[in-house]
């Protein structure tokens, strides 16, 4: 646990200095968001029922931004075989870039879901079942980009393969979220929206599981 929250501490200070990929996709996220709007014209009834969508469909874009800046860091220090001469099993080396990418991810999130609130008329009324549902899709993301990064950080195509990996596997978790999302928009019963939260939890599990159990095996490959 020590290593996994010193990687991801290390990462996250190196992120919040350098602010490159951060920046880039903030400014990716507000360019979408205009083009969308514009698209989907000026009605609010429009724009409300598209909401849930936009929200998703925008994280995942910018999520395959993000996602290699969980693995930039090692490439540009050349220390990703420091960390792989280090003692122990790789798993921990997964679990704190995963934690790193996820907490970036979700803080991009909170932002796009006020952006969207208020260009989208998304409500806000049920604020803690939306935040529910950003932890849950926003891991389920996280595991799946973590996994594919590091697969193919040492290729030198690796920021076109990547988007074609991620979204190849992520496709139910982001169906999920957009489900409960518009769930909640429309008011439907908790219960309902329960039903979509569980869908995720098991998306999430199995690929957090699977992820952690290959990764040895693809970064020593």
């Given amino acids: 646990m020590r290593r996994i929250l010193a990687l991801a501490l290390r990462d996250l ?9 951060l920046f ?8 979408v968001l205009l083009i969308l709007g514009f698209a989907l014209g000026p009605e609010e009834a429009d724009l409300r029922r598209a909401a849930p969508g936009v929200l998703w469909v925008a994280l995942a874009f910018a999520g395959s931004l993000l996602a290699g800046r969980a693995w930039a860091v090692e490439v540009e220090n050349d220390t990703l075989d420091d960390l792989l001469l280090l003692p122990g099993s790789r ?12 907490g ?7 932002l796009l879901l006020l952006l969207v609130a208020g260009m989208f008329y998304l409500p806000l009324s049920r604020a803690p079942a939306l935040l529910l549902t ?19 950080v040492r290729l030198p195509t690796a920021q076109l393969v990547l988007p074609i990996l991620v979204f190849s596997v992520v496709v139910p978790v982001i169906l999920a979220a957009v489900r409960a999302t518009i769930g909640l928009a429309e008011g439907a019963p908790i219960a ?15 690929y957090l599981t699977a992820s952690s159990l290959l990764f040895p095996f693809v970064i020593e490959g």
Wanted: aromatic share 24%; proline share 0%.
């Fill in 13 to 21: 200070r190196l992120e919040l200095r350098g602010r490159t990929g």
């Fill in 24 to 31: 880039s996709a903030l400014f990716f996220l507000g360019v």
């Fill in 192 to 206: 309902e929206i329960a039903a979509w939260w569980k869908l995720l939890f098991v998306f999430d599990v199995v």
């Fill in 91 to 102: 798993e921990w080396i997964y679990w704190g870039k995963f934690l790193f990418l996820f």
């Fill in 134 to 152: 950003l932890v849950l899709g926003a891991t389920g993301y996280a595991a799946v980009a973590t996994f594919y990064a590091g697969l193919v």
């Fill in 104 to 110: 970036l991810l979700f803080f991009v999130s909170l």
